[in-house]
């Protein structure tokens, strides 16, 4: 199953709109009513990636395969969520089944769209979600602390685990969220063996009005601030306009963000950083059927990104012959590759690098 990023918040923030713009579909019903979202919808998005063109031009590649992202719309909380209120157990069975989360704050003030809690306040609605998360975790962790206690008393060597749970609970009772911890303590990992919510990495999207596509105001600057006091990514768009967008062609779309003073379009931003929150990096083959752009984990190995494409290359293998992407798009062809002694054999321990132009040899 491919890793995916929940997208969260409250009732009546965007999320259904954002996620509709990203799949340039009307999927999920964005209505002005909370619980419009009860199912949770999912959708595989295409990576973008400029180097696809690129390689493709050079090859003169039959189709151009994107890496892809999963998102999943998921339904609004609201206050009381990890006591049920809403559809609390709901949505907290559904975030904890995605392995990143994307969350939606509203930063406009619209008179048209309700606000369950009476007006748009970020950080508050930020508190809320969060409080929620990490009241979920506490129930989750004192379960597991039980058994882990009862288990310890006949295996002292899981006395560290035990210690370990009760700093992850007093934090988490102190308002820190599980990734504050380092990502190879034992805190950590007993946070991801207990799939809490609070361990799982997170970006904040603002959502933001057409004014202040070009100068965020001052509430989305909080959720900037704020992000930046927890370590933690965010990023602003405007979700009314990039759905817009997303139903036009690309050209309209490009003289529409012209006229708006887009030089970047939003939805690229949140996939990219959906895709980099994820852990995932990005690997290239190139040849006259496809260009293709493989997804694989940060810190992989030749042998197992080769098995991305197949397990009977990742069994074969034998060596990568690897040339960076900057390298071949500036000298285009593999003979002025070789030529300049660019063109790398690597062996089973080398760990791939992001924007590595692939050829594995392998034995059948």
């Known amino acids: 199953m491919a890793l995916s990023c929940g997208i969260v918040g409250l009732p009546n923030v965007g ?13 999920a019903l964005a209505a002005n009513y909370p619980f419009a979202t009860i199912e949770p919808n999912v959708g595989e998005v295409p990576v973008p990636d400029p180097r696809m063109k690129v390689l ?3 090859v003169s590649a039959r189709r151009i395969v994107n890496a892809t992202v999963r998102f999943v719309d998921i339904a609004g909380l609201v206050r009381g969520a990890s006591s049920g209120a809403g559809l609390g157990n709901a949505f907290l069975s559904h975030i904890r089944e995605t392995d990143a989360i994307a969350m939606v704050v509203r930063c406009f003030e619209d008179g048209d769209v309700s606000h369950v809690e009476g007006g748009p306040d970020p950080l508050r609605d930020i508190e809320i979600i969060t409080i929620e998360l990490a009241l979920a ?13 009862r288990e310890a008393r006949v295996n002292v060597k899981l006395a560290p685990r035990v210690e370990a749970g009760k700093r992850l609970k007093a934090a988490l009772e102190n308002g820190a969220p ?35 596509i070009a100068n965020p105001g001052p509430l989305a600057r909080a959720v900037f601030d704020h992000a930046k006091a927890e370590h933690a990514r965010a990023i602003s768009f405007c979700g009314k306009i990039e759905a817009e967008l997303a139903g036009l062609t690309d050209e309209e779309a ?7 003073g887009i030089d970047t379009s939003g939805l690229d931003q949140l996939i990219l950083s959906a895709y980099d929150l994820l852990g995932y990096m990005t690997f290239l083959t190139a040849g006259e059927i496809e260009v293709r752009a ?15 494409i197949h397990s009977d290359i990742e069994r074969g293998f034998i060596r990568a012959e690897i040339v960076s992407y900057d390298d071949y798009a500036r000298l285009k062809t593999m003979d002025a590759i070789k030529a300049a002694g660019l063109l790398r054999s690597e062996g089973k321990e080398y760990v791939m690098r992001e924007g590595d132009v692939v050829n594995f040899r392998f034995n059948v």
Not at 15 to 27: D, G
Not at 254 to 260: D, I, N
Not at 294 to 308: E, F, S, V
């Open 15 to 27: 999320k259904s709109t954002i996620f509709n713009a990203l799949t340039r579909s009307a999927q």
């Open 56 to 58: 493709s031009d050079i």
């Open 137 to 149: 975790d506490l129930q989750t962790l004192a379960k597991r602390l039980d058994k882990l206690d």
């Open 178 to 212: 599980a990734r504050t911890f380092d990502a190879d303590s034992l805190e950590m990992e007993l946070a991801r063996e207990s799939y809490l919510l609070t361990a799982k990495p997170l970006l904040y999207v603002a959502n933001v009005d057409e004014e202040q």
């Open 254 to 260: 490009e003289s529409f963000r012209e006229e708006l």
């Open 294 to 308: 493989w997804t694989i984990d940060r810190g992989m190995r030749a042998p197992q990104a080769a098995g991305k």
